[in-house]
């Protein structure tokens, strides 16, 4: 036997050893046991490909939900020596909603909006204040009245000249008949007559 190894030259004996060295890594010896269905998994799911010794499955979060930081959703097909059974290893995963409620979101979700429509408001009220503030300290119009309106009247002062009716408190003694309101309008003055 020797001698048939010697022809075959050196590669042979790293083959063999590699032969032995996955013969003794192998799984031990439990031909035709499986793993059972694998524990549920609150909101996930698992397909399971294989159920033999050392094969590994994942589950899977279902819609809506997210795996949580911290957790894995592996688990493993082992054989326990001691109670000579076969088991999935206990998965840690958590699943949780990928739709989680934060009070800090829903606060500026709702406090944008409102804060947007108070400033829009308080603007309004500013503007409408404003506006009505300036119409409140505007003089009223002054009308001119054209000058074909308005009587022309003289009277006679103390010397007996003729002057115009001053509504002003300019002088002449029209300015008592001013007073008393017996002019029209406005007075003009009038060049004096020589």
Known sequence: MSGRLRGRGAGALPALGLLLLLLLLRSPATPGITCPTPTSVEHADIRVKNYS?????????????KRKAGTSSLTQCVFNETAKVAH?????????????????????????????????????????????????????????????????????DARGEDTEIHLHGLGGSGDAEASRGLSEGPALLQPERT
């Open 53 to 65: 010794i050392n094969s590994r499955e994942r589950y899977v979060c279902n819609s809506g939900f």
């Open 88 to 156: 999935w290893t206990t998965p840690n995963l958590k699943c949780i909603s990928a739709y989680q409620y934060n009070p800090r979101v829903v606060t500026a979700a709702v406090a944008i909006p409102v804060t947007v429509l108070f400033v829009a408001c308080l603007l309004f009220l500013l503007v409408r204040c404003r506006l009505r503030s300036r119409q409140a300290h505007q003089p009223p119009g002054v009308e001119m009245e054209s000058m074909e309106s308005v009587p022309m009247t003289t009277g006679a």
